[in-house]
Nanobody
Framework: QVQLVETGGGLVQAGGSLRLSCAAS????????MAWFRQAPGKERDFVAA????????YYADSVKGRFTISRDKSKNTLYLQMNSLKPEDTAVYYC??????????????????WGQGTQVTVSS
């Protein structure tokens, strides 16, 4: 089992920045993928970014490329999402997710076994 706890959400003006954190506990992190997804009201949960835990290979949705950066601190078992140049359309609940092992498609929610409770990000115009 893996427990994921997100922190760092909040209210920010357009153009501002926020950093989300996701602390993982419960098992040794190994050949897995960790990711951020987001879900706006009335919409599906969408892929934002992912990173392979060991190699650190990064993947991004087109909508956030150049503005968001995903990273991880292996010594702290923590995942981060640095969000810059935020836009009102970035408003959503952001979820941290972890796979149970190797996956080859990082954008699909069903490939992730473990999920955090979510943290609200609101960007005002």
């Amino acid at each position: 089992q893996v427990q994921l706890v997100e922190t760092g959400g909040g209210l920010v003006q357009a153009g501002g920045s926020l950093r989300l954190s996701c602390a993982a506990s419960g098992r040794t992190m190994s050949n897995i993928v960790m990711a951020w997804f987001r879900q706006a009201p009335g919409k599906e949960r969408d892929f934002v970014a992912a990173i392979t835990w060991i190699a650190g290979t990064r993947y991004y949705a087109d909508s956030v490329k150049g503005r968001f950066t995903i990273s991880r601190d292996k010594s702290k078992n923590t995942l981060y999402l640095q969000m810059n140049s935020l836009k009102p359309e970035d408003t959503a609940v952001y979820y941290c997710a972890a796979s149970a092992g190797y996956i080859n498609v990082v954008v699909t929610t069903s490939n992730y076994r473990y999920w955090g409770q979510g943290t609200q990000v609101t960007v005002s115009s």
